[in-house]
């Protein structure tokens, strides 16, 4: 498999629940990074792993947890969620950190209920 | 403040046609600018950048047009095709500064048959 890869595709959970998101990327990147994207808003950018370390955390609240156990693994950890979660959370890596290409993968539509 | 923002959310052309799509930005100091395309249910797709010391580049089909003057930014896609319809976001950078980029909200292209 090829680019950036995320699972699952679509999450529904109730606001007590403990989901994961993965994104996986075979491309040799050293960056990845967590973007949520809600309706007629900009992408907003949400955490940032550099060679596994985090960078930048975008004033994220707490019950969102990325982890990132190496450089091609990155996993977005939710619990306690809340209905204004609901969006595609997009993951994307670059070669590097300051690398401006980035490149996405398909999202995962998540619904909190 | 700074922003990165679009003229207009949704631009409808025939099949075809030549469309443009538009963007302003106002901080002086960007020096990178990039067009993203997102189709439905996928992540945003780089399709061509450009740097503050061009004025204009050209892909497949795809011109990127920077004035600097007035801070405006334009796609240009010839002979539109249905499978162009996607949203298009454009994105900038700025050196020294943060190395992730600026989002705007997106035009949505939509292209008749």
């Known amino acids: 498999e090829t680019g950036v890869t995320q699972t699952p595709r679509h999450l529904v959970m109730g606001m007590t629940n403990k989901k994961s998101l993965k994104c996986e990327q075979h491309?040799?990147?050293?960056?990845m990074y967590w973007y949520k994207q809600s309706a007629k808003k900009p992408l907003e950018l949400m955490f940032v792993?550099?060679?596994?370390?985090?960078?930048e955390n975008n004033s994220v609240p707490s019950r969102f947890s990325p982890e990132c156990p190496n450089s091609s693994h990155l996993f977005l950890h939710l619990h306690t969620l809340q209905p204004e979660d609901s969006a595609l959370y997009l993951c994307?890596?670059?070669?590097?950190?300051?690398?401006?290409?980035?490149?996405f993968g398909p999202g995962t539509r998540l619904t909190v209920t | 403040g700074e922003s990165v923002g679009l003229h207009l959310p949704t631009l409808s052309v025939q099949e075809g046609d030549n469309s443009i799509i538009n963007c302003a930005y106002s901080?002086?100091?960007?020096?990178?600018f990039i067009w993203y395309k997102q189709e439905s249910g996928k992540g945003p797709q780089f399709i061509i950048d450009i740097r503050s010391n061009m004025d204009k580049r050209q892909g497949q089909r795809v011109t990127v047009l920077l004035n600097k003057t007035v801070k405006h930014l334009s796609l240009q896609i010839a002979a539109t095709q249905p499978g162009d319809s996607a949203v298009y976001f454009c994105?900038?950078?700025?050196?020294?500064?943060?190395?992730?980029?600026?989002f705007g909200r997106g035009t949505s292209l939509i292209v008749h048959p």
């Open positions: 491309l040799g990147h050293n960056a």
């Open positions: 901080n002086s100091a960007s020096d990178y």
């Open positions: 792993y550099s060679l596994e370390e985090r960078v």
């Open positions: 994307a890596s670059s070669q590097v950190l300051a690398s401006y290409e980035q490149y």
């Open positions: 994105a900038e950078n700025r050196s020294g500064g943060s190395y992730i980029p600026t």
